[in-house]
Nanobody
Framework: QVQLVESGGGLVQAGGSLRLSCAAS????????MGWYRQAPGKQRELVAA???????GYADSVKGRFTISRDNSKNTVYLQMNSLKPEDTAVYYC?????????WGQGTQVTVSS
């Protein structure tokens, strides 16, 4: 089992920045990939960014050049640095982890970008 706890959401004006954190605990040795999803009201959940245990990184086209995913293995934490935020980035952001055939999710953190 893996437990994920997100933090760092909030309200920010357009053009501002936020950093989300996701602390993992439990069977963290088994995690292959960690990532961030988001879900805006009335929309499907979408993958924002992901990082593999080998360090490979991928981003959604909508956030490339603005968001950066990183991890601190010593703290078992993954971060999502979000810069140049836009109102369309408003959503609940979820941390996710994949281990074998299992996936784990955090409780979500709200990010609201005002225009």
């Amino acid at each position: 089992q893996v437990q994920l706890v997100e933090s760092g959401g909030g309200l920010v004006q357009a053009g501002g920045s936020l950093r989300l954190s996701c602390a993992a605990s439990g069977s963290i040795f088994s995690i292959n990939v960690m990532g961030w999803y988001r879900q805006a009201p009335g929309k499907q959940r979408e993958l924002v960014a992901a990082i593999t245990s080998g360090g490979r990184i991928g981003y959604a086209d909508s956030v490339k050049g603005r968001f950066t995913i990183s991890r601190d293995n010593s703290k078992n934490t993954v971060y999502l640095q979000m810069n140049s935020l836009k109102p369309e980035d408003t959503a609940v952001y979820y941390c996710a982890a994949w281990s074998g055939n299992s996936d784990y999710w955090g409780q979500g953190t709200q990010v609201t970008v005002s225009s």
